[in-house]
């Protein structure tokens, strides 16, 4: 069983900064990609970033040169760096791992940014 445990979230002002990480119960490096989620009241949950077993990475429009994310494969960890961060990114953030016909997700960290 695939456990995905997400960390880091809180409150922070505007134009501040947070890190997301996502601890994954077994080598990360097993799944086609990885990638991080958010879902906003009333919203559906949306890709943010993804990064992929070769490195690809993914971003929506909205977080481009906002947000990076990365991987650190020897802790099995999975990162999102949050910069200038806006209230328009206020939700809860869910990491996903995509494996060969399943998506695993994690529990969720709620992060709300104020103005």
């Known amino acids: 069983q695939v456990q995905l445990v997400e960390s880091g979230g809180g409150l922070v002002q505007a134009g501040g900064s947070l890190r997301l990480s996502c601890g994954a119960s077994?080598?990360?490096?097993?799944?086609?990609?990885m990638g991080w989620y958010r879902q906003a009241p009333g919203k559906q949950r949306g890709l943010v970033a993804s990064?992929?077993?070769?490195?690809?990475?993914n971003y929506s429009d909205s977080v481009k040169g906002r947000f990076t994310i990365s991987r650190d494969n020897a802790k099995n960890t999975v990162y999102l760096q949050m910069n200038s961060l806006k209230p328009e990114d206020t939700a809860v953030y869910y990491c996903?791992?995509?494996?060969?016909?399943?998506?695993?997700w994690g529990q969720g960290t709620q992060v709300t940014v104020s103005s």
């Open positions: 996903a791992a995509d494996g060969n016909s399943l998506r695993y």
């Open positions: 077994g080598s990360i490096f097993s799944f086609n990609s």
């Open positions: 990064i992929t077993r070769s490195g690809i990475l």
